[in-house]
């Protein structure tokens, strides 16, 4: 570090410079005296870089954390840094150390415990100048630290002074009456004892007392009395109608039982199962007490509130508490607050086909309308999505009106006709094996004259195959035949006759309806246009109709497929 001198006649317009007592490095240390007309002595620290007055401001915190009693003032600004320190009276520790004699316990107690606080911050005994007075041990100047030490350096440089303290003769000061301190252990091995015989007293012949009823009492009350009369008490949960929660509802042993003190009695109290609070959001006030009714809960305080920034409809729940989700117990009441309407606004609705019946309800409370029905319709789109909507998309209408939405199921196929049972198969029969007949002895054949058809020709022999020997000795074996192919007249190949049948369900949705036939030929219609009031609950059946290959019926409602009939 570069030193930088004070002012040779007067430090900080404040302190006269006596003389010079010692430099080391940016520190130069002299006596002044101070404008009372005392003598101090002002270390000046010379500060010329950042890492100079990181320096100086470290060594402030650590003179912070000691407070050494030597030191009267700090003063760290720009152009001035440093430290003022006044003479305290006393030995100094190295004097101290080497005197002869006991040493007063206190005293070598506090260089210890000295040592200890200086070693936190990285500072050793070396590094201070100490001066013990009587049973006092103090700071008399404290030099700066560019690096504080580390443990180990601090314990060698605290060694040689520590040392000599723990291996001279310390001298213990006396207390005075140390005769009498036995009494205080003799007064407590009597008290002692006669708690003892207390206690055996009780346990033996404990005293008996009447239990008094606290049946509804609320718990904590119900406990406190109890304990007051020397019973010892735990709980027990359980559930009873018609009881406030947490009140007690049974108790073991019952009342008017007779028990000795400190005994257990088990209170049972009323904690029936948490409930979930519904959502009543939307609702109107009777839908919310229903809904309220189904959950053992009770419709409480109903505050009315305009509920034009909410956009929420006449006679329409907009908040409640507790809130939707959250735990409650049975009978708890639930307030809510409910919308006078929404005054003079209109609104409209987006396009909701396609959405969820619950993605569109949310649109529609975001307009400020509220969804009153939601109608079922048997479709092809995506079941549990919005199929049409009223009012219609971005049609202004008063807010707080009602919106239907009409959202699709899946289609309901009526089989054509009931199936029937299926066929037993056939009772097995084992075949009987036949006997062969004796053979007879062949007549002579009378000749006869072969024709060109019959006759074989001279010189060859008819072929013999496997299929001309009989299997039983004197059988033939008849031909094969195959079978008659019934004959349909002039219907061509492929092609069958077919009858469609359906009965149209009594429900049937409102529109035009009509049955066409597919098959490899293309498409036909069987049945004309017809209303859905004159099919409701219509058994109908269809001329044969001729087709081809694979065929089915299709009912077709406003042209569009409704149903199919395999026939």
Do not use: C
Request: hydrophobic share 40%; aromatic share 6%.
């Amino acid at each position: 570090m570069t030193a930088t001198p004070p002012p040779a006649t007067r430090i900080d317009g404040k302190y006269d410079v006596l003389r010079e007592l010692s430099r080391d490095g940016n520190v130069t240390r002299s006596e002044v005296r101070a404008a009372e007309g005392v003598t101090r002595t002002v270390a000046w620290f010379g500060v010329a870089s950042p890492a100079e007055r990181h320096v100086f401001h470290t060594y402030r915190a650590v003179l912070r954390a000691l407070s050494p009693a030597g030191l009267t003032d700090v003063v760290a600004r720009p152009g001035a840094y440093y430290t003022v320190w006044q003479t305290l009276a006393g030995t100094p520790l190295d004097a101290f150390v080497a005197q002869g004699g006991k040493k007063p316990a206190e005293a070598v107690e506090a260089v210890r415990d000295l040592a200890g606080r200086l070693a936190e911050h990285g500072y050793a005994l070396t590094d201070a100048d100490i001066v013990v007075d009587g049973h006092d041990v103090r700071i008399a100047y404290l030099r700066a630290l560019e690096t504080p030490h580390t443990p180990e350096e601090v314990a060698a440089l605290n060694a040689p002074t520590l040392t000599a303290l723990n291996g001279g003769r310390v001298r213990r000061r006396r207390q005075p009456g140390a005769w009498l301190t036995f009494i205080p252990g003799l007064l407590f091995l009597g008290g002692a004892g006669y708690l003892g015989a207390q206690a055996a007293q009780t346990f033996l012949n404990p005293p008996v007392r009447e239990v008094v009823d606290v049946s509804g009492t609320e718990a904590k009350a119900a406990a406190a009395r109890l304990s007051a009369l020397g019973f010892r008490v735990q709980y027990d949960y359980g559930q009873a109608g018609g009881r406030n929660i947490g009140s007690i509802i049974r108790q073991d042993p019952p009342a008017g039982t007779n028990l000795p003190l400190g005994r257990l009695v088990t209170l049972t109290v009323n904690n029936p199962p948490a409930i979930e609070v519904p959502r009543l959001e939307e609702m109107n006030v009777a839908q919310a007490r229903d809904a309220l009714k189904d959950r053992a809960m009770v419709l409480g305080k109903v505050v009315r509130v305009d509920g034009t920034l909410s956009n929420t409809p006449e006679g329409r729940i907009v908040a409640q508490l507790p809130e939707a989700g959250s735990s409650a117990q049975r009978g708890q009441l639930v307030q809510v607050m409910v919308s006078t309407g929404i005054s003079g606004k209109e609104t409209w609705l987006p396009l909701l086909t396609g959405l969820t019946a619950e993605q569109a309800k949310q649109h529609a409370r975001a307009a400020g309308l509220v969804v009153t029905q939601v109608r079922e319709q048997p479709s092809e789109k995506q079941p549990g999505t919005v199929i049409d909507q009223t009012p219609a998309a971005f049609v202004r209408v008063e807010a707080g009106g009602p919106v239907v939405l009409t959202v699709a199921v899946a289609r309901y196929s009526a089989p054509s006709r009931p199936a029937d049972s299926l066929p037993l198969p056939p009772v097995y029969v084992p075949v009987t094996p036949v006997q062969p007949e004796p053979a007879q002895p062949e007549a002579p054949a009378p000749e006869t004259t072969p024709t060109p058809d019959t006759a074989p020709t001279e010189g060859t022999d008819t072929p013999v195959t496997p299929e001309s020997i009989p299997a039983t000795p004197g059988t033939t074996t008849p031909a094969p035949t195959s079978p008659e192919t019934p004959t349909t007249g002039d219907t061509p190949a492929g092609t069958r006759n077919v009858t469609f049948r359906y009965t149209f369900p009594a429900d049937l949705a409102d529109g035009s309806y009509s049955v066409v036939v597919r098959d490899d030929s293309g498409e036909r219609e069987i049945m004309p246009a017809a209303d859905a009031g004159a099919l409701r609950g219509l058994a109908a059946t269809s001329a044969s109709t001729s087709v081809t290959g694979d065929a089915v019926f299709i009912i077709r409602r406003d042209g569009t497929d409704f149903a199919t009939v395999t026939p």
